[in-house]
Every structure is written in structure tokens, then in C-alpha cells.
């Protein structure tokens, strides 16, 4: 896969300001992101942004079609396809982790900026769950489809039927299976446990863009929490708890526990802040800030973070642990931004 810019000169690193701005190799530190402060307005439209490391080239995916003048919704699906093909990450679409039972099932949304939308749930054997999502929006009367029925949907639609599991995620099944403890942790990029069998058990992309038109849109796919319960849906698919856009305010998308984020109806939240005046940081600040307060004890160990985007094109970010990246790409550069301590406790 061509890439706009290679992923190896983002090196990673956080600041004691909050986080760190990294262009290249150059570091810049961005203490309003510690402080909470608006992130810097993009200058000039289009703009997306997209959460963790792999949001980069999901973005300079997306950015082929922004800075041709194309649309939102086009832009997130084609980014949100990246880290659905990359074998390399396995917490999306192909090479995803299984389920306890070894299956992997895939959980998509997509919302535009009339809010329409669509959604994919426990979807089997089919790469791509985000264009299977846009094609439930766009070609039937439902938002949601789940199991089988996404399958067979998705078929009927002229997806191809492939194997999910790689060998790789296979193996880290097999390990995992070796003690089979079910421990739905989900961080790893702080030092804090995760799930046996494999470093990492987590990461959705959730991508959310504005167009040159002023339009926003958003996706939001992943193969959800490692070792999972075969059946368990997360927030990804759920418009309003993993993703939400709203044309008139903003986009939000979520990552993390989902369980948490379902509760606290998390990306709808945090766009209604932003209609009540907060900025990006802010919103997401709130909405985390909620969630911890409600389970003091669990938020010590879990991750849930949110990514926003206003109508002006300004963002922010806001995550319980350490580490969340998000990656931001306009006219300007592109970026990827290292979330450092909770200013919240
Ligand atoms: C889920 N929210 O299935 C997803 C997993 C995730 O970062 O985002 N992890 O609960």
C-alpha cells in the first residue's frame, strides 16, 4: 500500500504538557491539548481525523478524495477500508481477532451528513464490514443488520466470502485458549495489563471528515474486544454510543470498552456538549470525565477515549489513560497526536 508519508517517522512520545505534536521528525509540544484549550482551527477545509497510529493511513486514504473536492461520506468509507485490509493490525476487518470461540466478527457503522446511516453487527467472512454498513443505509429501508442476516446481506450485495482469521490471529487465539481467562481488558498502550495470548486486544478506527462542501461524515469499524463472547456487540456499530454525526454541530467517534461507551450513549454525547458551546477537547474531556466519575474503580484499569470534529473543522480528543493517538490530516500536514496523562483526576 502507498503511503502519503511513512509511519516510521511518527515516532511515538508523550510530553509532561499532555501531548505531543509529531510532524515528521520534528516534535512539537501542544500543551493546550493538556489544558484543554481549542486545538488550533484547521486552516482552510477539508480536514479528517482518526483515531490511533493507524488512523494515518486511513487518513492519507481519505485525503485523496478531500482534496479532490470529493465527499465526506466517500472519504471515511475509504479510509475506514485501510486498516480493514492490513493483515498487520488485529484489531480490524481481516487478520481481526477472534471471538472465544475462534470466530471473527466484525462490528461497522457509517453516518453522512443528512444522518442517514448504516450498521453491521457480528458480521462473518466479509473484509470490508464499513462498505456493507454503507450499503445497508443506502439500499434498504433498516440501519442495522446483524450475524447472518449482515452475512447474507452482504453476499446478496456481491461481497466476497473470505476467511477472517489469519494464521497469525490464530495462534494468538490458540495461546489465549491455553487459559482461556476472560478478562475484557482493554488498554495496552499504557503499561496496564491486556489480554493474554496477545499484546494488544483493542483498537477501532473510528475516522471522521468534513469536505470541502462543509459536510461531515463518519465511520467507525472494528473486530471488537478480543476473545469476546460470541455474540457480544460493542459500541462500534451502535450511531450515537461509537459514532455520531451531526451536520449543524459535529462528528464524534469512540474507542475503547465499548460496554462503557454504550452506557454513557458516549458519541452522542459528546456532540450534544459541542451543540451546547464546549469545544472538540473539551466535549470528549466531559464525556470521559462522566464515565469515570460513574465507575471510579473500573476506569482505573479500562480505556475509552473519543475523537471530535466541529462543523469549523477544529478537533480535539480526550481519552481515560495515557497513549490514545489520534491522526489529523488537512491541507497542512499530516499528523498524529499522543494523548499523555488524564488531566481529569
Ligand atoms: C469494542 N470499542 O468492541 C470496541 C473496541 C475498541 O479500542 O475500540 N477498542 O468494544
Known amino acids: 500500500m502507498k503511503k502519503l508519508f511513512n509511519r516510521r517517522r511518527f515516532l511515538k512520545a508523550t510530553s509532561l504538557a499532555g501531548a505531543s505534536v509529531l510532524l515528521g521528525d520534528k516534535e512539537l509540544k501542544a500543551s493546550s491539548l493538556a ?82 446511516c448504516g450498521s453491521v453487527a457480528g458480521l462473518e ?73 496477545d499484546s494488544k486486544n483493542h483498537d477501532t478506527i473510528g475516522i471522521l471528515a468534513l469536505d470541502a462542501a462543509g459536510n461531515l461524515s463518519g465511520a467507525c469499524t472494528t473486530s471488537g474486544m478480543a476473545y469476546k463472547l460470541h455474540g457480544r456487540v460493542g459500541d462500534s456499530p451502535i450511531i450515537g454510543a461509537g459514532l455520531y454525526v451531526d451536520n449543524e454541530v459535529g462528528a464524534v467517534a469512540a474507542t475503547g470498552v465499548g460496554e462503557e461507551v454504550v452506557r454513557s450513549v458516549g458519541s452522542f454525547l459528546v456532540v450534544e456538549l459541542m451543540r451546547q458551546g464546549l469545544n472538540p477537547e473539551n466535549a470528549c474531556r466531559e464525556a470521559v470525565k462522566r464515565i469515570m466519575e460513574k465507575k471510579p474503580e473500573l476506569t482505573k484499569n479500562i480505556q475509552v477515549g473519543f475523537i471530535a470534529l466541529n462543523k469549523k473543522g477544529e478537533y480535539g480528543a480526550f481519552a481515560i489513560q495515557t497513549g490514545f493517538s489520534f491522526a489529523v490530516c488537512d491541507n497542512n500536514d499530516q499528523k498524529l497526536l499522543v494523548k499523555s496523562k488524564s488531566a481529569i483526576r
Open 35 to 116: 489544558t484543554g484549550q481549542e486545538t488550533e482551527p484547521a486552516q482552510g477545509k477539508p480536514i479528517v481525523i482518526s483515531t490511533w497510529d493507524f488512523g494515518v493511513a486511513a487518513n492519507a486514504e481519505a485525503w485523496k478524495i478531500l482534496k479532490a473536492g470529493g465527499r465526506a461520506l466517500d472519504a471515511v468509507e475509504m479510509g475506514a477500508r485501510v486498516p480493514e485490509s492490513d493483515l498487520s493490525n488485529q484489531s480490524v476487518g481481516k487478520g481481526g481477532l477472534p471471538d472465544r470461540d475462534g470466530i471473527v466478527t466484525l462490528d461497522a457503522c457509517i453516518m453522512d451528513e443528512k444522518g442517514n
Open 125 to 197: 467472512d466479509i473484509e470490508h464490514a464499513i462498505s456493507v454498513a454503507r450499503k445497508v443505509m443506502e439500499n434498504t429501508p433498516h440501519v442495522m443488520l446483524v450475524g447472518d442476516g449482515a452475512r447474507q446481506f452482504a453476499l446478496s450485495q456481491g461481497f466476497k466470502k473470505e476467511k477472517l482469521l489469519t494464521p497469525k490471529s490464530e495462534a494468538a487465539w490458540k495461546k489465549w485458549l491455553i487459559k482461556s481467562e476472560y478478562k475484557p481488558v482493554i488498554n495496552s498502550e499504557n503499561g496496564l495489563p491486556s489480554m493474554p495470548g
